[in-house]
T-cell receptor, first 115, second 111 residues
């Protein structure tokens, strides 16, 4: 058990739908991350939040909108997605934003399919 | 641009065999991490190596960080079906604000 939960685990949506992914961490960490995992590509960092403030946006299209209301919760709001956005979306948390030697704890991911 | 290249991409072996997977870069990393991801789950950290030439052992898994800190290897002795999964290496970007991941090696161990 990693202490990071994600809901839903699976999501199928049309290109005109609006949906949200939720992540919750029970580890008392201060940094939270969204990653995209596609087949045959490395994990891609999307957003980083540190103490509820967004510190990194890795050139993510505006159809993905993150929200971090507190250090324990992270959302990814989705609207007008494209089929190529289908992927596994992983949430992670760490004690601090620095990644050199610390551990990132990942949730199980949300498998998103865009029709 | 910092890149981590992992090889082989896929590996299918029998229980009891030994194997080595590699993580290479043209860039120097201050540290490298290895994660294992099982189907339907997120990656789980196995080890962090921080010193050039460092060797760390985790039961049947041996991790080595290259002397120049540009590469790392993972050696598994007497592989078991429970070792099946996606092995990812990762290292911090130059700013130290995010992790860069390789594409991973998918290992399948059959009994």
């Amino acid at each position: 058990e990693t202490g990071v939960t994600q809901t839903p685990r699976h999501l199928v949506m049309g290109m005109t739908n609006k949906k949200s992914l939720k992540c919750e961490q029970h580890l008392g960490h201060n940094a939270m991350y969204w990653y995209k995992q596609s087949a045959k590509k490395p994990l891609e960092l999307m957003f980083v939040y540190n103490f509820k403030e967004q510190t990194e946006n890795n050139s993510v299209p505006s159809r993905f909108s993150p929200e971090c209301p507190n250090s324990s919760h992270l959302f990814l709001h989705l609207h007008t997605l494209q089929p190529e956005d289908s992927a596994l979306y992983l949430c992670a948390s760490s004690q601090t934003r620095g990644t050199g030697r610390g551990t990132q704890y990942f949730g199980p991911g949300t498998r998103l399919t865009v029709l | 641009t910092q890149l981590l290249e992992q090889s082989p991409q896929f590996l299918s072996i029998q229980e009891g065999e030994n194997l080595t997977v590699y993580c290479n870069s043209s860039s120097v990393f201050s540290s490298l991490q290895w994660y294992r991801q099982e189907p339907g789950e997120g990656p789980v950290l196995l080890v962090t190596v921080v010193t050039g030439g460092e060797v760390k052992k985790l039961k049947r898994l041996t991790f080595q960080f290259g002397d120049a800190r540009k590469d790392s290897s993972l050696h598994i002795t007497a592989a078991q079906p429970g070792d099946t999964g996606l092995y990812l290496c990762a290292g911090p970007n130059q700013a130290g604000t995010a992790l860069i991941f390789g594409k991973g090696t998918t290992l399948s161990v059959s009994s």
